[in-house]
């Protein structure tokens, strides 16, 4: 017998400061309407926060890189 799977459906979100700030923006709307409450909302924040500097830091190092001519991460993972 064939099981047939469904597939669930999945609010993901967006991959980009675009989709980082649709979120918080239906974050605080929820907190508006009362569908989120403030613990959520402040776990948002936080995750939101260090996503925005760690975009920070990359871009800094991109940055430096250009400014110095290189492209070698100094002992770490950073991609080109």
């Known amino acids: 017998m064939k099981k047939t799977m469904t ?6 979100t967006e991959k980009s400061t675009t989709g980082l700030r649709d979120s918080l923006f239906e974050v605080l709307d ?4 009362g569908t989120v ?8 924040a936080k995750i939101s926060t260090q996503i925005l500097q760690t ?3 990359e871009l800094e190092y991109k940055k430096m890189q250009n400014r110095q001519g290189r492209t ?7 991609v080109k």
Do not use: W, Y
Not at 7 to 12: A, V
């Open 7 to 12: 597939k669930k459906k999945t609010n993901l």
């Open 30 to 33: 929820g907190l508006r309407n």
């Open 37 to 44: 409450d403030t613990q959520s909302a402040n776990s948002m």
């Open 55 to 57: 975009a920070k830091l």
């Open 72 to 78: 070698k991460a100094i002992g770490s993972t950073f």
